[in-house]
């Protein structure tokens, strides 16, 4: 997410009452969760597990909880709670805006676009051409649709991310502050559910085609031409490169990459990632050829066990 305008370090610090190392004048261009951060982003952490990764990241403005030694060329804001203060960022660059009217004044709909009657278009989306939202559709602030796109009954884009911090009076969301992308010729179907990136954006991409009560997470990328069947689950964080299949009942764990032309087939649940141009099935997912082997194998235990009882 970037902001509106650079802003100094100072500013920004003085924003959400941290100290800061750095020089005051440190420009700040926006902020970022760690996997998506470019260079002039802001991005937090709060555990020494994550320390390296934070600081070694493409990020030149980590927001910390500890004082530690600075890399060239970045800067550090010092917090008691970076989390919080995060959220303090989105709030402040991103702030919620109650709707007035089912399809908000600042949308924009493209010529030869039909919205059907109980949708609801919320500020600053943007739809392209020639696109059909069906009823009861919900596209949430900032969402953006390309040409030539269906999206049926139910169906909503742009909930917030599924992700919150366990603290010892309960859990503490983080706020969604990125969006949603439909690039162009893409089809959804009824009561999907496509979910905000955290600061960056959850991507489909063109040509992608989606089936019934289907689940996106959080800043997921599906490739072009990809075709996913009903009851899918996809976690957030997930890649999945161009003209991978989905069957029906897939789920797929959260940071993973699903290569060029898999294919993974009904009931099958991915754990990790998997080479393209390949068909998996089971759970955990593996080679198609390799799990049905095994599940001969595990057939054939029983008789195994018979002959060597009678010996």
Same mark, same amino acid.
């Given at each position: 997410?970037?902001?509106?305008?650079?802003?100094?370090?100072?500013?920004?610090?003085?924003?959400?009452?941290?100290?800061?190392?750095?020089?005051?004048?440190?420009?700040?261009?926006?902020?970022?969760?760690?996997?998506?951060?470019?260079?002039?982003?802001?991005?937090?952490?709060?555990?020494?597990?994550?320390?390296?990764?934070?600081?070694?990241?493409?990020?030149?403005?980590?927001?910390?909880?500890?004082?530690?030694?600075?890399?060239?060329?970045?800067?550090?804001?010092?917090?008691?709670?970076?989390?919080?203060?995060?959220?303090?960022?989105?709030?402040?660059?991103?702030?919620?805006?109650?709707?007035?009217?089912?399809?908000?004044?600042?949308?924009?709909?493209?010529?030869?676009? %039909?919205?059907?009657?109980?949708?609801? +278009?919320? &500020?600053? /989306?943007? #739809? @392209?051409?020639? =696109?059909? $939202?069906?009823?009861? !559709?919900?596209?949430?602030?900032?969402?953006?649709?390309?040409?030539?796109?269906?999206?049926?009954?139910?169906?909503?884009?742009?909930?917030?991310?599924?992700?919150?911090?366990?603290?010892?009076?309960?859990?503490?969301?983080? %706020?969604?502050?990125?969006?949603?992308? +439909?690039? &162009?010729? /893409?089809? #959804? @179907?009824?009561? =999907?559910? $496509?979910?905000?990136? !955290?600061?960056?954006?959850?991507?489909?991409?063109?040509?992608?085609?989606?089936?019934?009560?289907?689940?996106?997470?959080?800043?997921?990328?599906?490739?072009?031409?990809?075709?996913?069947?009903?009851?899918?689950?996809?976690?957030?964080?997930?890649?999945?490169?161009?003209?991978?299949?989905?069957?029906?009942?897939?789920?797929?764990?959260?940071?993973?990459?699903?290569?060029?032309?898999?294919?993974?087939?009904?009931?099958?649940?991915?754990?990790?990632?998997?080479?393209?141009?390949?068909?998996?099935?089971?759970?955990?997912?593996?080679?198609?050829?390799?799990?049905?082997?095994?599940?001969?194998?595990?057939?054939?235990?029983?008789?195994?066990?018979?002959?060597?009882?009678?010996?």
């Amino acid at each position: 997410m970037k902001f509106p305008k650079v802003h100094t370090l100072k500013e920004i610090a003085e924003l959400i009452g941290s100290t800061f190392v750095g020089e005051e004048t440190f420009p700040v261009h926006g902020m970022n969760e760690i996997h998506v951060v470019e260079a002039g982003d802001v991005v937090f952490v709060d555990h020494p597990k994550y320390y390296d990764k934070a600081l070694q990241s493409k990020a030149t403005i980590v927001l910390i909880n500890k004082e530690v030694d600075c890399p060239e060329g970045k800067a550090l804001l010092i917090s008691d709670d970076p989390f919080r203060d995060f959220n303090k960022l989105t709030r402040h660059f991103n702030p919620f805006v109650s709707a007035n009217s089912n399809i908000s004044s600042t949308a924009e709909i493209g010529e030869g676009t %039909v919205v059907q009657p109980g949708a609801f +278009i919320g &500020n600053q /989306v943007k #739809i @392209g051409k020639n =696109c059909i $939202i069906h009823p009861n !559709v919900t596209i949430y602030d900032g969402c953006i649709i390309g040409d030539n796109v269906t999206i049926h009954a139910n169906t909503v884009l742009g909930a917030d991310a599924f992700y919150y911090k366990n603290r010892p009076t309960g859990f503490d969301k983080l %706020v969604s502050g990125g969006t949603v992308v +439909i690039e &162009n010729n /893409v089809d #959804i @179907g009824a009561s =999907c559910t $496509i979910d905000r990136g !955290v600061t960056a954006a959850t991507t489909i991409k063109e040509g992608s085609k989606l089936d019934n009560q289907i689940q996106v997470g959080h800043d997921t990328i599906i490739g072009k031409k990809c075709l996913i069947a009903s009851h899918v689950g996809i976690a957030g964080c997930v890649v999945i490169e161009d003209e991978v299949i989905l069957w029906g009942q897939v789920g797929i764990t959260s940071g993973i990459t699903l290569g060029k032309k898999a294919v993974i087939l009904a009931q099958s649940g991915v754990s990790k990632s998997l080479e393209g141009g390949k068909t998996y099935f089971g759970s955990p997912a593996e080679e198609v050829r390799e799990k049905l082997k095994q599940m001969a194998s595990v057939k054939q235990i029983p008789e195994i066990m018979q002959k060597l009882k009678k010996n």
